[in-house]
């Protein structure tokens, strides 16, 4: 399935691209220090008991 005449196509080169970006932000995440314990800080903070989330 994946062979050379795949990655010839529009979406083989395209899956290349989303490999190749993936990538790249697990490098550049990992060289800040960034792991599940850090993404604390990005979660919204509510005093009150009733939180919405959007879609």
């Given at each position: ?8 196509t ?18 550049l ?5 960034m ?21």
């Open positions: 399935m994946y062979d050379r005449t795949f990655f010839s529009r979406l083989g080169k395209a899956s290349l691209a989303s490999i190749a970006a993936m990538t790249a932000m697990i490098a995440t990992s060289q800040m220090g792991v599940a314990n850090d993404a604390a800080f990005a979660q919204p903070q509510s005093r009150s008991t009733t939180l919405i989330e959007l879609a």
